[in-house]
């Protein structure tokens, strides 16, 4: 198998995760998202079939969004001089794999993956935090991944924030 940044002339084949939404972003906005520098996305492939993708942008954690208690906890992992207001992550925007490549752990890897990748890029911007808005039914996969609820606030919503701080690794 062989992870590859999503090119222009990459004919997107088939590829069915069980959520419309998620198959239909990889169709049919994931260049677009491409070209206007929004989102990057990236390919699991497996002899030319799509095994997964994910995509990912820019984000940021900041105080006014998070519940109390959670950014305490967030501000004690830094040193008084550096307990700002924000901190820089980078989000997964979109995050699938093919039902017929399931029950094989393979999300789970992809997101070793993604994570060894993201840290090892030596990328010229820094980031601290790894941020989801997880669909309700996905939370015990990031929580496997090392992932934590960020919030209260979105409790009654049909997608949660979560965070991976990657100083855990
Ligand atoms: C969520 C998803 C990416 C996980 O990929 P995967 O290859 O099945 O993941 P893994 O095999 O590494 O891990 C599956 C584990 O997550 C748990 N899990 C939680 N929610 C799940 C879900 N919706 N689907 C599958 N597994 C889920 C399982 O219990 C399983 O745990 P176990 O191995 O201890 O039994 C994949 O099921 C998927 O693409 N689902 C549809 C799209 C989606 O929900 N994407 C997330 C968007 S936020």
Redesign the pocket.
């Known amino acids: 198998m062989r992870l590859k940044p999503l090119e222009a002339e990459y004919e997107i084949g088939e590829f069915d995760?069980?959520?419309e939404d998620?198959n239909e972003f990889l169709l049919y906005d994931a260049k677009p998202c491409m070209n206007l520098n929004i989102a990057n996305t990236f390919i699991l492939e497996d002899e030319g079939r799509i095994v997964?993708y994910f995509c990912l942008l820019n984000d940021k954690i900041s105080r006014t969004e998070i519940t109390g208690s959670r950014w305490k906890k967030i501000k004690e992992r830094f040193p008084k001089s550096k307990q700002f207001r924000s901190y820089p992550c980078v989000k997964?925007g979109?995050?699938?794999?093919?039902?017929a490549?399931?029950?094989?752990?393979?999300?789970?890897?992809?997101?070793d993956l993604l994570k060894d990748r993201l840290i090892k890029s030596n990328s010229l911007s820094a980031f601290r935090y790894i941020t989801?808005?997880?669909?309700l039914?996905?939370?015990?996969?990031?929580e496997?991944?090392g992932f934590a609820l960020l919030n209260e606030k979105d409790m009654n919503e049909h997608?949660r924030l979560m965070f991976f701080d990657r100083m855990d690794i």
């Open positions: 995760c069980g959520d998620l997964a997964i979109r995050f699938a794999v093919s039902i490549y399931r029950g094989q752990n393979i999300g789970s890897k992809l997101m989801v808005d997880a669909y039914s996905a939370i015990p996969f990031y496997k991944n997608t």
